[in-house]
């Protein structure tokens, strides 16, 4: 991206029915996915079904419980290509709460590659506005962020 070259793991948690309140819990139910560890937390759901959005709603606040309100967190409308005329009445909501919880919101379509580039700029966007502000703060809490090196769940 803008002539860099970044290295990125990436982990998909499917069936992830509850975000570990530490990491030994973790370990013990998650085999070590390393949801801790993440720098950015892309959370999912089809636009289709409001009910895997009440889902990315729960596992937000889990996350935000967990680590605290200094997330770095990006929500991911998927499949877009089967939105109807509904749609729009739902993407109101989803837009309202990405707002309210400070997230970006990307809407996309796996089947026909639509906004997925946007998903990948946004989490370096989202990781180099960290990176600024932590620079601008004087690094208090001491954190490394290499953004040649993240982590994403």
């Not at 089967?82 to 739902?90: I, K």
């Amino acid at each position: 991206m803008d002539g860099h070259l970044y290295d990125m793991v990436l982990r998909d948690c499917p069936g992830v029915s509850f975000f570990p309140s530490d990491t030994l819990s973790e370990w013990a139910e998650f085999h070590g996915y390393g949801l801790h560890s993440s720098q950015v937390y892309v959370l999912v759901f089809d636009v289709t079904k409001t009910d895997t959005f009440n889902y990315v709603k729960s596992m937000r606040d889990q996350i935000m419980k967990t680590k605290g309100d200094d997330v770095m967190m990006i929500i991911v409308g998927s499949k877009q290509d089967m939105a109807d005329h509904r749609m729009a009445t739902f993407r109101s909501h989803f837009t309202q709460m990405a707002k309210k919880w400070k997230c970006p919101l990307i809407i996309c379509s796996a089947k026909y590659n639509w906004n997925i580039m946007n998903i990948f700029k946004e989490i370096l966007k989202t990781i180099e506005a960290e990176i600024d502000s932590k620079k601008e703060i004087g690094n208090r809490n001491n954190a490394r962020w290499r953004l040649d090196q993240c982590k994403i769940s």
